[in-house]
């Protein structure tokens, strides 16, 4: 069994921002492998089902982006995964430019604030995740304004094929291992590729 939970904000007015692209590869998952992702457990809403014959958990963590590990940890506890080989977080990155994915088995938070608290909450900093490029903050800009803006049309259409590789990067993790999905996905994109 593998857990995926992809970080982000609950409501409306959170839909479709930088912050919140963790959410949009969990739909994206969704949709691909027939989960519906609505049931309320662990502070999250929660979908199970299977990609390609392994069973998932897919996870959108409901308690707002810097107080996520709450609702991991849970999860993590009532399916028994086990943190480093079974749990898969998905979140964006301000220092990564726009699309940009890069997977890593393990790491610090990097100054996010959602993967700090998973850290914290779990104990270890030893689970695997995609990092999404949602592009730097330009200068001037308030850091949580520019998390929490939404995209302008062409980022979003970047965005998206991004999120539709992030998918492709997940299921890689699952089928053939962090290592394999690390070497496809962390090339540098560029114009969109």
């Given at each position: 069994?593998?857990?995926?939970a ?39 809403l ?84 995609i ?63």
């Open positions: 069994m593998y857990v995926i992809g970080l982000g904000n609950p409501s409306k007015k959170y839909e479709n921002t930088r912050h919140n692209v963790g959410f949009d590869v969990i739909d994206a998952l969704a949709e691909k492998y027939g989960i519906q992702v609505i049931w309320r457990r662990h502070k999250a929660v979908g199970h089902g299977y990609m390609e014959g392994e069973k998932i958990v897919l996870v959108k963590p409901q308690t707002f982006m810097n107080l996520s590990g709450e609702s991991i940890r849970e999860v993590i506890d009532y399916y028994k995964v086990d943190v480093q080989k079974e749990l898969l977080v998905v979140c964006d990155d301000i220092s990564l430019d726009l699309g940009q994915l890069r997977i890593r088995k393990k790491g610090s938070a990097g100054g996010h604030n959602g993967l700090k608290n998973i850290i914290t909450h779990l104990g270890t900093e030893n689970f695997c995740r990092r999404m490029g949602v592009g730097n903050k330009p200068e001037g800009y308030d850091l949580a304004d520019y998390v929490l803006g939404h995209f302008t049309g062409a980022e979003r259409k970047n965005m998206d094929e991004s999120v539709e590789l992030a998918v492709e990067a997940a299921f890689t993790v699952i089928k053939e291992g962090p290592d394999a999905s690390m070497n496809r996905f962390n090339a540098k994109r560029t114009n969109g590729s």
